[in-house]
């Protein structure tokens, strides 16, 4: 299950965002949507996660079958 972490600097005013549980340019659509409502950045870092490859499976049907 995706996690959104925000980290708020009460002093400086400063955001700070962390998004867990998404692997891959997945992550990249959701911190887009989060800009959207919170504003630019001013620093972005990827993590091990963001580079972590997504095993996908195929599933294969033999022919005549639905």
């Keep these: 299950?995706?996690?959104i972490e925000f980290n708020i600097d009460p002093t400086t005013g400063e955001l700070q965002m962390h998004i867990q549980g998404i692997a891959g340019p997945s992550?990249?659509?959701v911190a887009k949507l989060v800009?959207?409502?919170m504003g630019q950045p001013?620093?972005?870092q990827?993590?091990?996660e963001y580079y972590a490859h997504v095993l996908?499976?195929?599933k294969v049907k033999p022919r005549g079958q639905s």
């Design 46 to 48: 990827r993590t091990a």
């Design 35 to 37: 800009e959207e409502l």
């Design 27 to 29: 992550c990249d659509d």
């Design 1 to 3: 299950m995706p996690i």
């Design 42 to 44: 001013t620093r972005e």
């Design 56 to 58: 996908v499976q195929p």
